[in-house]
């Protein structure tokens, strides 16, 4: 269970302070698909980068399975099965696809493991599993490939801002299917921030963030 305990995220800059997240209060139980939609400026990445620990709190709790993990590391924390896929991934050059997975997953993976997370996010799997995650790759690839390691991982709790993003319509129908199935196995906690209604459609509940 994810829990949220009136948690606050402040900047300061020569205008004076900007209070971002303002008291949110949230519970999220075990296994439970969430989507997070709202207008943009309304705090929803920096809820989500909140929980990963990319941002630091500035007041308030963040409690993961019983745990409070307001002060941890982004290491620390995705060490407890928490994973992030960012609206822009980053490019690892040098780094093969495959290598990527199976440093996702802490183990070695075979070609046809490797391969089956690629299709599982609409990617021809002999095409890029030998290729580096680098700048010869799209915008939409790099985050189709960042989102397979996520599956990868298996985590308990997996967090995707936009992933929607610079994908293809088809790509994002095949994305589409495997977020539904990943849900139907109820085995992981998804949040997910987006605002396209087939996404929406899919979740448990919907939390709407703005001002």
């Given at each position: 269970?994810?829990?949220?305990?009136?948690?606050?995220?402040?900047v300061?800059?020569?205008?004076?302070?900007?209070?971002?997240?303002?008291?949110?209060?949230?519970?999220?139980?075990?296994?439970?698909?969430?989507?997070?939609?709202?207008?943009?400026?309304?705090?929803?990445?920096?809820?989500?980068?909140?929980?990963?620990?990319?941002?630091?709190?500035?007041?308030?709790?963040?409690?993961?399975n019983?745990?409070?993990?307001t002060?941890?590391?982004?290491?620390?924390?995705?060490?407890?099965?928490?994973?992030?896929?960012?609206?822009?991934?980053?490019?690892?050059k040098?780094?093969?696809?495959?290598?990527?997975?199976?440093?996702?997953?802490?183990?070695?993976?075979?070609?046809?493991?490797?391969?089956?997370?690629?299709?599982?996010?609409?990617?021809?799997?002999?095409?890029?599993?030998?290729?580096?995650?680098?700048?010869?790759?799209?915008?939409?690839?790099?985050?189709?490939?960042?989102?397979?390691?996520?599956?990868?991982?298996?985590?308990?709790?997996?967090?995707?801002?936009?992933?929607?993003?610079?994908?293809?319509?088809?790509?994002?129908?095949?994305?589409t299917?495997?977020?539904?199935?990943?849900?139907?196995?109820?085995?992981?906690?998804?949040?997910?921030?987006?605002?396209?209604?087939?996404?929406?459609?899919?979740?448990?509940?919907?939390?709407?963030?703005?001002?």
């Amino acid at each position: 269970m994810l829990e949220l305990k009136n948690l606050h995220f402040t900047v300061s800059d020569e205008n004076g302070e900007k209070h971002i997240l303002n008291g949110v209060d949230l519970t999220i139980p075990d296994k439970r698909f969430v989507v997070i939609t709202g207008p943009n400026g309304g705090g929803k990445t920096t809820l989500v980068r909140t929980i990963m620990g990319i941002n630091e709190a500035s007041a308030g709790q963040i409690i993961w399975n019983g745990e409070d993990i307001t002060s941890l590391s982004v290491s620390e924390r995705a060490k407890k099965g928490i994973s992030y896929g960012f609206q822009q991934p980053p490019r690892f050059k040098g780094m093969r696809v495959k290598d990527l997975l199976e440093i996702a997953a802490g183990e070695s993976l075979s070609h046809a493991e490797a391969c089956s997370y690629l299709t599982q996010v609409g990617l021809c799997a002999k095409d890029y599993v030998d290729r580096d995650v680098d700048a010869s790759l799209s915008g939409g690839e790099v985050k189709r490939i960042e989102i397979a390691s996520i599956l990868a991982r298996k985590s308990p709790l997996m967090i995707f801002d936009e992933p929607e993003a610079g994908i293809d319509l088809w790509s994002f129908a095949r994305l589409t299917e495997t977020f539904k199935a990943i849900h139907a196995k109820r085995e992981s906690t998804i949040i997910i921030i987006s605002h396209q209604e087939r996404i929406i459609r899919l979740a448990d509940e919907i939390i709407v963030m703005a001002n």
